[in-house]
T-cell receptor, first 116, second 111 residues
Framework: DVKVTQSSRYLVKRTGEKVFLECVQD?????MFWYRQDPGLGLRLIYF???????EKGDIPEGYSVSREKKERFSLILESASTNQTSMYLC???????????????FGAGTRLSVL | KNEVEQSPQNLTAQEGEFITINCSYS?????LHWLQQHPGGGIVSLFM???GKKKHGRLIATINIQEKHSSLHITASHPRDSAVYIC?????????????FGTGTLLAVQP
């Protein structure tokens, strides 16, 4: 079974703190994704990566950065956390992404982040 | 207008009822996904389909490409089916596929 592991289920941080959310997958997938999920808005893509050290902005990258130094690990960084970044964050991975390829994404359990 | 619309947003059913959740989309797609999210967050993929119909246990997913519409059916519903069901489409735009998600349908099945 594919396993996507997020380092924390719940996290409470203060405004202005630097926050790291870690995600590890064990299936040698090329592609990894970070989403946030808010009530009434569904999942929105923050950043994705299709290879080590490669990253692309998603729909809502502002206030976030990412790091992918190793294939299995994709980190989401909030440089200076703000209250409007309180949300559920979900990491996903997939083995193919390009046109014509399958795009089944496997999700982690999510990290519920509260910024006070 | 969202590119992927789901209805209803909330659904309450009695155990044993037949349930239908609908998904309409307005973009070109290579595939459509149905996902399930239980309380606590984790999302699992139920189906990926690009035509016709797929069945897995009590779950059936259909898609009509011409009408840009898909349905997820649950037969003989059970309280353990209570979850958020999410429709997502594989949108082909440029060199990469991107998943576009609906806002989900919250299903509660009462005993």
């Amino acid at each position: 079974d594919v396993k996507v592991t997020q380092s924390s289920r719940y996290l409470v941080k203060r405004t202005g703190e630097k926050v790291f959310l870690e995600c590890v997958q064990d299936m040698d997938h090329e592609n990894m994704f970070w989403y946030r999920q808010d009530p009434g808005l569904g999942l929105r893509l923050i950043y994705f990566s299709y290879d080590v050290k490669m990253k692309e902005k998603g729909d809502i990258p502002e206030g976030y950065s990412v790091s992918r130094e190793k294939k299995e690990r994709f980190s989401l960084i909030l440089e200076s956390a703000s209250t409007n970044q309180t949300s559920m964050y979900l990491c996903a991975s997939s083995s193919e992404m390009f046109v014509g390829g399958k795009n089944i994404q496997y999700f982690g359990a999510g990290t519920r982040l509260s910024v006070l | 207008k969202n590119e992927v619309e789901q209805s209803p947003q909330n659904l309450t059913a009695q155990e044993g009822e037949f349930i239908t959740i609908n998904c309409s989309y307005s973009v070109g797609i290579s595939a459509l996904h149905w996902l399930q999210q239980h309380p606590g967050g984790g999302i699992v993929s139920l189906f990926m389909l690009s035509s016709g119909k797929k069945k897995h246990g009590r779950l059936i997913a259909t898609i009509n490409i011409q009408e840009k519409h898909s349905s997820l059916h649950i037969t003989a519903s059970h309280p353990r089916d209570s979850a958020v069901y999410i429709c997502a489409v594989d949108h082909y735009g440029g060199a990469t596929n991107k998943l576009i998600f609906g806002t989900g349908t919250l299903l509660a099945v009462q005993p």
